[in-house]
């Protein structure tokens, strides 16, 4: 025997206001008009009105067969307490996989607020931790309802943000730089490991706006080499390092108010004193040997050292859109200066002077 059907018009939509996500309506109308309602909605008699019902889940299928103009709608009808439609319908929405975590602590703090439910009740109520449950209503306290008037995509960024990455981000003190911080998450799609690597080195003194100064005193992208299951040296001796993406790196050299130059030049000195332990990458007879352990360690790009009429340095497939920021690189490397050539379509091109200039003495 099939679920009753009940007339639409009768049905209370929103008992607990715990409306969950308006994603994805449009795509469960074309599936019921394509297929129908498979699964019934969840409602209780109304206790006010006679002849009525509230719904107690069911939300996106009672608004999908709206938008189709349907008159009634597959439901289950049962006799529900207060306390028992709460937990019911709290559990089918935190539950639901379509709903993000910050959906799933308004909802939490709502049953918090609105009924006097603890923490602790809710979290026995839907089978999770306490800690769950209070990291995920942390997610609320990342920035002031003021912040949203400020910016208004403040929602939608939260809506794309995981509950771990936000108790990372209540790391950072500054609002503004927190603000950022978060859309860099989202924006780039950053894994728990990068952010943790990114607000370990933010700034806490000023706000980021744009042309401002980098949130990173200084660019440390792991001793200047990057690679997803760790460093490798000459010798086989392994150092494991974060992985941090390419796409993440120039958004960053993009942001940052220092001369890409200077961020190279930083960043592969560090690399140097990295290949110090076993060689002195600075002298002219190891440059091969630099080349080698850039091709196998790093990311940066395809590295060819040849001479012609002195040495030339060719960098393929550059993860690093800005020559400047190799040219640096290659510097802090080779302890040379070089000068940049040009650009083709396969490749940076960099000559090695003979002369070294003031900064290398």
């Not at 792991?222 to 790196?249: A, E, N, W, Y």
């Not at 200066?337 to 083709?344: I, S």
Request: glycine fraction near 6%.
């Amino acid at each position: 025997m099939g679920e009753p059907s009940l007339e639409i018009n009768l049905i209370e939509p929103d008992l607990f206001e715990l409306r969950g996500s308006e994603i994805g309506i449009g795509e469960l109308a074309k599936s019921f008009n394509e297929v129908g309602q498979l699964s019934p909605v969840l409602v209780r008699p109304h206790p006010q009105k006679e002849g009525s019902f509230q719904l107690v889940y069911g939300y996106r299928r009672y608004q999908a067969a709206k938008k189709l103009g349907w008159s009634s709608l597959k439901a289950e009808v049962r006799s529900l307490s207060d306390e028992d439609a709460v937990k019911i319908a709290l559990t089918e929405n935190v539950q639901r996989e379509d709903l993000s975590d910050y959906e799933k602590a308004k909802i939490i703090e709502h049953i918090h607020t609105k009924y006097g439910k603890t923490y602790e009740e809710i979290a026995s109520m839907i089978g999770k931790s306490r800690q769950w449950v209070t990291n995920h209503v942390s997610m609320l306290n990342l920035f002031p309802p003021t912040m949203s008037a400020e910016h208004p995509e403040v929602k939608s960024i939260l809506d794309r943000l995981p509950e771990h990455h936000a108790r990372i981000l209540a790391k950072v003190k500054d609002l503004d730089e927190r603000f950022y911080l978060v859309k860099l998450t989202v924006e780039e799609g950053l894994c728990v490991r990068e952010l943790e690597k990114l607000v370990g080195r933010a700034r806490v003194d000023k706000p980021i706006t744009a042309n401002a100064e980098s949130f990173l005193h200084q660019p440390d992208f792991t001793k200047g080499f990057i690679k997803q299951r760790g460093l490798i040296l000459l010798s086989g001796k392994r150092v494991r390092i974060c992985l941090v993406r390419m796409d993440t790196l120039n958004t960053l050299i993009a942001n940052l108010k220092k001369p890409p130059y200077e961020v190279g030049r930083y960043v592969g000195e560090q690399a140097a004193d990295v290949l110090r332990a076993e060689f002195e990458p600075h002298r002219r007879r190891n440059w091969r040997k630099v080349v080698a352990a850039l091709n196998s360690n790093s990311a940066w790009g395809k590295f060819t050292l040849k001479y012609q009429d002195g040495y030339v340095i060719s960098v393929e497939r550059a993860a690093i859109a800005d020559p400047e920021f190799l040219r640096g690189y290659l510097e802090g490397c080779l302890g040379a200066p070089l000068l940049y050539r040009e650009t083709t379509k396969q490749a940076h091109i960099y000559q090695v002077l003979d002369k070294p200039n003031a900064l290398f003495g």
